[in-house]
């Protein structure tokens, strides 16, 4: 059984930042893509950043520049660095990772249970 567990969210006022954790804990597993989705109240949960399993990078439009994502592939952990925040990202943010699990052997999603992030104005 494979779990993400996220850490790092918060409070944090207009303009500051914040640095959001998801590290994948278990046996026998290999991890390709990782990214983070946030979801607002009453919206649809919506892709952030996105990295693949050799570093490469995609952001949504309203996070290019102000969001960067990484991953420590020996520590199994997904990073997102969020600089200038603003209102508008105010969402519980989860994380995603595309595993492989061996015993047994099946490849899909696994969530994180995600962390609330609230900026204020």
């Known amino acids: 059984q494979v779990q993400l567990v996220e850490s790092g969210g918060g409070l944090v006022q207009a303009g500051g930042s914040l640095r959001l954790s998801c590290a994948a804990s278990?046996?026998?597993?290999?991890?390709?893509?990782m990214g983070w989705y946030r979801q607002a109240p009453g919206k649809q949960r919506d892709l952030v950043a996105h990295?693949?399993?050799?570093?490469?990078?995609n952001y949504a439009d309203s996070v290019k520049g102000r969001f960067t994502i990484s991953r420590d592939n020996a520590k199994d952990t997904v990073y997102l660095q969020m600089n200038s925040l603003k209102p508008e990202d105010t969402a519980v943010y989860y994380c995603?990772?595309?595993?492989?699990?061996?015993?047994?052997?099946?490849?899909?999603?696994?969530w994180g249970q995600g962390t609330q992030v609230t900026v204020s104005s």
């Open positions: 995603n990772a595309q595993i492989t699990t061996y015993r047994p052997y099946r490849m899909g999603d696994y």
């Open positions: 278990g046996n026998s597993f290999s991890i390709n893509a």
């Open positions: 990295i693949t399993a050799g570093g490469s990078t």
